[in-house]
Structures are given as C-alpha cells and as structure tokens.
C-alpha cells in the first residue's frame, strides 16, 4: 500500500503526492495531457484519509469565459478545453499554450504529449550520470510516461516524495521512439503551472566576494529569468529561488522553493499569466544547448526540488535543509559533525614552507583547531597564480620530505591534514600544457581566452577524465589527508560545440564519482572562488562549500543569510580571518569576526603565530564552546528573523538547547533600537550567557515566553550570541 502517493481513477487517473508540508496533485486531463492542480498545503493527512476524486476535481476551477485569442484544442468532442486555461504540469508547443514549453527538438515545431501510462516505484530512481540523492525510508516514485507518437518521442515524468523533510523531486527524461535522429535544444527538468497569482520570485544574485544576495520581486505578466552560461551554477545567480506569496515573512505566509541538483548553466523562468497561474519552467540552460538523439536513445535532465511551507521562508529553508542532510550530501557525512580547520590561505599565500605550516599547525593546535587544510602552492613549480596547474606533485623545496612528511609533523601536534587542489583548470605554464596540449578546451583558429592565467581540461574527454582520477587517487592515498578542499576558478569559455557545457559538468561528476566514492571518509569542501558553485550537485559529493572569498564578516552576513535561505548550516564553510580585512580593508574585533561565522561549519583563516595575547585568549574561548555545541550549530534547525539587513538575527535550535545570534552593522541615525527576539518558530527556551559568569541562569517566564531577551545594543558591528536550555511545555 502506498504511503505518500495515492493514485485515484483508472482511464484518467488523478495523482496525489503528499509529503509532511505539502501535496501536489496532477491529473490527467479530456485529452491526455497532465494537469496540475494542486501545490501548496497538504490535503488530508494524519487522521484524516486522503480526499476523494471529487474533492481533488474541486481543486480547480478553470477561468469560465473564453479570452479572445484562445485556441481551442479541439473542435470535436469537447470545444470549450483550451490549454491556455489549464494549469499544466508538462507543456505542449504550437497547440495554443502561450507559455513557456518545457521541451524544444529542433526538427520540431508542434509538439503534444499526452498521457501513456504510469507506475509507482518504492524510493528514488536515481538518473545516470547526474548527482546521486538519496532517499528518505518512506519514499516513493511516480513516473508518468507521456507520449507523441507524431513527432516520436515518450516523455517520463519522475516525481519523487521525501514525506518526513517535506521534498519533492522532479525530473524528466525524453526517449526518441521514432525512426528519424531527434536533436534536443531544451529539456526542462520541472514544468508546473502554480494556481497562486501572487507571487513574489526570491532569487540569490551577486558576483565574485558577494554571492547569494537576495531580490525579492513581484511576479508578474514579464518573465523573470534565472540563469547563468558560465558552465558553473555560478555566483551570478544561484540555480535555487523561492515563490513567497506577497506579503509572506520568515515567519508568516505561504511560500514556495524550487532548487536544482546541478552544477553547470541553469535556467529557469518565472512568469504570470492572465489566467491566475504563474507557470514555473526550470533546468539546464537552453542557451547553447544541443543534444542529438538517435532512435532508441534517451536523454535525463537533472533533478528539480521542490518545497512548499504555510508558515514563511523559515519553514522552506527547513524542509530543504532537513533534505540536504539527509538526502543529499554524501552518506558518510550525513549528520557528522565536521572539525574546525585552520586554512593557510589568507595567513601565507603562497609565501611558506613546511617550519612555517609547521608553526602555525602547533599554534593552532593550541587554539582547539583540529584540521589544518594547505591551501594553493604546494605543488609543481606554483609561487603565485600564474604557473603550475596540472603538476600535482610536491614542490620539495617548499616541503623537503613531502606531504606524507609534513601532515606527519602536523599529526605530531594533533591535527589532521587538508590539501588543496583546483584539478580541472591547466596552466599554459605547466608541465602537463606541454605534454598535452591538446587537453585543454580550445577552439580551431582561435586564441583560447584565460581567466586567472587559466585555461580549463577537456573533461568531456574520457583519457582526460582517467588522468585526472588516477593522478588525484594516487596523490590523495599519498599521504594522510583526511580533507580535500576542490577549487575551481574560472568560467568555461571556448567550448565551440552545442551541449558542451552540460556534457562537460556530467564529466565532472564522472571525475568527482571516481575519486571520492572509493574515498567516503575524505571531507570534501568545494570552492569555485567561493561561492560559484553552490548548488546541490557538487553538495551530493562534498558535505560543504566555501560559501565566498569575502571573510569581511559584515558582508558575510549578507552572504550567509542569503544561503541559508537554501542549504543548511552544515554546507556553509565560514572562517575568522584576520584585520583589516584582506578584501575590504575594513577593520572588525575578532569577538565579531568570529560570532559572525560561528553558526556554520566553523573555521579560521589567518597566521596564528602572529595573534595578540587577548585574541588568542578569545579565539581558544569561542573555538572550546564551538566544538561544544555544534552539533545544534551545525544541524540545529536554522531560523531567520525578519529585522532589517543591518541588524539580522538567526537561531540554532536542538533538542536540548537552543543558540540565538543578533548582530548590529553600521547602523543608521535614529533607527530604532533592535529587540533581540529569539527566533524558535513557537518554541519556548530558557536563556543564559555563553561567556560570562550567568551560564545556568533562566531569564523570567514571561520574557522567555515572549521569546524577548533585552534591547541589543547599537554598535556598529557587533554581536550578541544567547545559548540557552530548552524548557519543557507547560
Ligand atoms: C580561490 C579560493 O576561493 C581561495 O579560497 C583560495 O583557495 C584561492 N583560490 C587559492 O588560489
């Protein structure tokens, strides 16, 4: 018996999907094509059944009159359908739906598929070649196959349930039944018409040192595009945006999520229709994009996340958060606390050697640090930027013994060993460019662009592939390493072929697959100069992104809060770095430094050797209390408030103690005095202060009730951090 898919009727079947905080209902329309009538709240659930056919029917109600313009789908039997007017969850072409399509073959204009068959299959089905997820233990497939046998082609929808995080997966995968080669030019993972006019579309923008800033916009009849063609899921625009309704808070209303499992160009485009829907269409980017189907091949798109809460962005974020860690990041690192790491990268550069890492890894020993990670230029002839990529051997004049003898004497003082590596980009200064040339993507006539001094491996190529895995297996069994941090610095350019890019990112999972599945035990952070690819496919490899190269913990705020929006606290890589600021010049206390990126995957970035007496004190007092209470802090559930940007406020909750942080930068003349609100989503906490003398001391009833602790202060930047002990219900 099903448990979280209910499959009502037999010629034209309505499904019903149902997860903890959501139902999504399709029907299969007069004419066979699949409708959707529902996505929002859950309907019945717990006690109460599922609803009936007819009250499923009720879910929608067609707009009655006709719009001029309208086509009509057919002129025989029921002369009032129009597509138009029917909310769709897979679109048609050329058949009277002005909206967006989800499918485009190039020698194809019309295009009409329409209901076939469908089955359900116990957990996920999983797509080959594309991010592996895994399943909750209640979960089930729908797969609706749809067909046009016109144009020869079957279309399988997969909806996949995660009943307990309250996900739903969606992806597509085209066959070509016919007898002719089909070419693909878009092949959209979701397509769904939302029965909601009032909308608002949250997307996370920004650039290099400012990613995952959110705008917030009203959808209406223009579409909104959220994109990028730089082969990375890119900074620009992070491939995951949320539908709140207008109006709707962190706290209040109802709001929607759509992310993807995906790591190269996305593309997904919002837009209102004068028929009271939104239609959503999301998945790779069209744009360049050209796949060649020959009869009998078939071609997957990736898979899309979905995530609906009546209770504001706090409970999408906690549905997708529940998901990402339980579902998606790799097995082994599934709710395992991960170490503090010292990073060398901002307290050396490329000016070390081992006595120097040597150094610092007994300093931060000292500190409670547990992984040191050593950054870029420790290999080939690499002393700055320019040169080496591809040489991934040791520069023994750098590290006399090697890296076995160096995370030895990092061992000596407790520490376990991270290296760096940034395996698909090639120097044209470097021993591989001149053995192969050929590697790197170029274009015939062309002189190849660079970004960083950088040109990037042909990873659709499979000897390149098999390079990379046997290289990087051998270097990381070489030696102790416990930590691999994976960068990636440039866009792809040059890539003279349609379908490039997106046969480009399967290769990398192919690479990424190859070395780190036979290696679960390695934690693998990504980087893409931070935060360029944060995206749920490199998170089904590694547990954690570098979320950005800007440690101005002011603007990371901003960068933090935008990411959270999407993926847990246990994804973020935040570290303490130094002051001033490396990327901002700004100059902050290390008390605010560090309160700012203790609330994800916590970590310090800076020579310890040259710290104050007070400092190393404070960083050894926050570092004790971290590794003591991140367990909440990294898998605690994650709330917002909704102060204003300066002055935001976010809580870890546990079972048994529960963290509030509130934070107060450059604040303006005469803005009000910020409350500091425990933000606990209903939940009552006692409070106490982490680093003074009051550590079991409860507030009042009525102010812990109130979830109000006391005017925070108005400092420019500061921070307060309560930690207190969950109180039990009256
Ligand atoms: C870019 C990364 O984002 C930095 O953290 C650092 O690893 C540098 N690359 C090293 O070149």
């Known amino acids: 018996m099903s448990t979280s898919i209910q499959v009502l009727g037999e010629e034209r079947p309505f499904f019903h999907l149902r997860t903890a905080t959501t139902s999504v209902v399709l029907r299969v329309g007069p004419f066979g094509h699949l409708e959707q009538l529902w996505w929002g709240a859950p309907l019945g659930g717990e006690g109460e059944g599922w609803p009936s056919a007819d009250e499923l029917a009720a879910l929608w109600h067609p707009v009655s009159e006709d719009f001029a313009q309208t086509t009509h789908y057919s002129t025989t039997s029921d002369s009032s359908f129009a597509l138009a007017k029917t909310p769709l969850a897979w679109a048609t072409l050329g058949k009277g739906d ?115 800033h959110g705008t917030r916009r009203p959808v209406g009849l223009q579409q909104v595009v959220n994109s990028t063609t730089l082969g990375t899921s890119s900074d620009r625009h992070n491939p995951g945006f949320l539908l709140p309704a207008r109006g709707a808070s962190e706290t209040h209303g109802e709001c929607w999520g759509v992310n993807l499992a995906y790591s190269g160009s996305h593309w997904s485009s919002i837009q209102g229709d004068s028929g009271g829907m939104v239609r959503v269409v ?64 901002e307290g050396t550069y490329f000016d070390f050697d081992a006595d120097v890492l040597v150094q610092m890894a007994e300093r931060a020993a000292e500190l409670g640090v547990e992984t040191f990670v050593l950054d870029d230029g420790w290999f080939g002839e690499r002393h700055d930027d320019q040169r080496a990529l591809g040489d991934w051997h040791v520069n023994t004049d750098k590290l006399p013994g090697g890296l076995g003898a160096l995370a030895e004497r990092i061992a000596e003082h407790g520490l376990a060993f991270g290296l760096w590596v940034e395996p ?102 990504n980087c893409s100069s931070g935060g360029s690819r944060f995206d749920l496919g490199m998170l089904t490899f590694g547990p954690q992104v570098w979320a950005s190269d800007c440690t101005d913990p002011a603007e990371r705020l901003a960068i933090q809060h935008g990411l959270s929006l999407l993926y847990p606290p246990s994804t973020i890589s935040a570290h303490a770095s130094d002051s001033p600021n490396h990327q901002t010049d700004r100059v902050f206390d ?39 209470h991140r367990a909440v802090l990294q898998f605690g559930a994650s709330r917002r408030t909704d102060h204003p940007a300066n002055l935001p406020q976010l809580a870890r909750v546990g079972d048994e103690h529960a963290i509030a942080f509130a934070y107060a930068t450059y604040v303006r003349p005469r803005q009000p005095s910020p409350r500091l609100v425990i933000p606990l989503g209903g939940q009552r906490v006692g409070l106490s202060w982490p680093f003074a003398a009051r550590e079991d001391e409860t507030l009042p009833g009525a102010a812990a009730r109130a979830g109000i602790l006391r005017s925070g202060r108005q400092h420019d930047t500061s921070a307060e951090v309560v930690h207190g002990r969950r109180l039990r219900e009256q």
């Open 98 to 212: 002005p909206r967006v399509p989800g499918l485009r073959v190039r020698e194809h204009q019309v295009l009409d598929a329409t209901y076939v068959r469908h089955e359900v299959r116990p957990g996920l089905v999983p797509a080959p070649g594309l991010p592996r997820l895994g399943s909750e233990e209640r979960s089930e497939t729908l797969v609706v196959t749809l067909a046009d046998r016109v144009a020869g082609l079957e279309v399988d929808l997969f909806w996949t349930t995660f009943p307990l995080s309250g996900v739903l997966t969606r992806r597509t995968v085209v066959r070509n039944t016919g007898a002719a080669a089909l070419t693909l030019e878009h092949v959209a993972s979701l397509v769904l018409d939302l029965a909601e006019p009032d909308v608002d579309v949250l997307t996370l923008d920004g650039h290099w040192l400012s990613e995952a």
């Open 282 to 345: 999301a998945g790779l980017n069209p744009d360049g994009f050209a796949w060649s189907l020959a009869p009998g091949e078939q071609f997957c798109a990736p898979e899309a996340v979905l995530a609906h809460s009546s209770s504001g962005l706090n409970g999408v974020s906690a549905s997708f958060h529940r998901f990402v860690d339980d579902c998606v990041v790799p097995a082994h690192w599934r709710r395992r606390e991960r170490p503090v790491v010292l990073n060398n990268w």
């Open 424 to 525: 698909e980009a090639i120097s044209p200064n470097s021993d591989l460019f001149r053995a192969h040339p050929d590697w790197a993507i170029t274009t015939p006539g062309r002189t190849p662009s660079q970004g960083r001094h950088e040109l990037l491996l042909d990873l659709t190529r499979p000897d390149v592939r098999d390079h990379l895995v046997e290289t990087l297996g051998s270097l990381f069994d070489s030696a102790p390493i416990s930590f691999v941090k994976w960068d990636f610095n440039r866009a792809i350019s040059d890539a003279d072929e349609a379908g490039f890019h997106h046969r480009y990112v399967l290769g990398l999972y192919d690479v990424l697959g190859r070395v780190f599945g036979p290696r679960p035990e390695i934690l693998l952070e």
């Open 590 to 628: 290390l008390a605010f430094r560090c309160d700012v990126a203790l609330p994800y995957v916590f970590g310090i970035e800076l020579d310890p050797r040259a710290m104050s007496e007070q400092d190393t004190r404070l960083l050894t007092e926050r570092i004790a209390w971290y590794r003591e």
